[in-house]
């Protein structure tokens, strides 16, 4: 399973921007990055994913290094719901059956 | 919405009992995920199905676990003789595609079935 390693924990004050990184040095060309998070109390859900190029949804955006080494979550204001634990994750788009290999994540505090 | 459910949100089950964890998918989605999450930790991958067919069981703990889709739709992960190393909350979780599009799509998670083993 493909490694990826981010801080335990991370805080911010609401209507701040966040930055949540990711290191997965040992990526692979077919490599996908995604990012879920999950609220206290219930199921993970889909944030972003991309594969070399920034990419930007209503929720977050999504840097990505040019060597592909790591990555940054950005949320641009945080606000008090977006306190989850935060997943970065590797999925092979070669892979026929898209199985997610969670870490530990980050978990954000948002501070009012 | 029609999101993914999970039935019961929570089970207590005395140690040896049998237990069956039910899971409704997004209609029309070919793809469903079993995981298991213990307290404090990630989601662990327990098994995929595409369509009815069961493509990976390889992260089921025990041959005390045990998942089917039948219709390849509502899918049952069953536990027997449940042991209090099972309790943790277990997560179902479906996508459209299936085959290589699989590990490009988004999965939808249900809320999850807490399990406790007293």
């Known amino acids: 399973d493909a490694k990826t390693t981010q801080p335990n924990s991370m805080e911010s004050n609401e209507e701040e921007p966040v930055h949540l990184p990711c290191n997965h040095s040992?990526?692979?060309?077919?490599?996908?990055i995604h990012w879920y998070r999950q609220l206290p109390s219930q199921g993970p859900e889909y944030v972003i994913h991309?594969?070399?190029s920034n990419v930007n949804n209503r929720m977050a955006s999504l840097a990505i290094a040019e060597d592909r080494k790591s990555s940054t979550l950005i949320l641009h204001r945080a606000t008090l719901r977006d306190a989850a634990v935060y997943y970065c994750?590797?999925?092979?788009?070669?892979?026929?059956?898209?199985?997610?290999?969670f870490g530990r994540g980050t978990q954000l505090t948002v501070w009012p | 919405g029609a999101g993914v459910s999970q039935s019961p949100r929570y089970k207590v089950a005395k140690r040896g009992q049998d237990v069956a964890l039910r899971c409704d998918p997004i209609s029309g989605h070919v793809s469903l995920f079993w995981y298991q999450q213990a307290l404090g930790q990630g989601p662990e991958f327990l098994t995929y199905?595409?369509?009815?067919?069961?493509?990976?069981k390889s992260g089921l703990p025990s041959d005390r676990f045990f998942a089917e889709r039948p219709e390849g739709s509502v899918s049952t992960l069953k536990i027997q003789r449940t042991q209090q190393e099972d309790s943790a909350v277990y997560l179902c979780a479906s996508s459209l595609s299936g085959g290589w599009k699989s590990s490009t799509d988004t999965q939808y998670f249900g809320p999850g079935t807490r399990l406790t083993v007293l």
């Open positions: 040992t990526i692979s060309g077919t490599d996908y």
């Open positions: 994750i590797l999925n092979d788009r070669g892979s026929t059956l898209g199985r997610l290999y």
């Open positions: 991309g594969l070399t």
């Open positions: 199905f595409q369509n009815e067919a069961q493509l990976d």
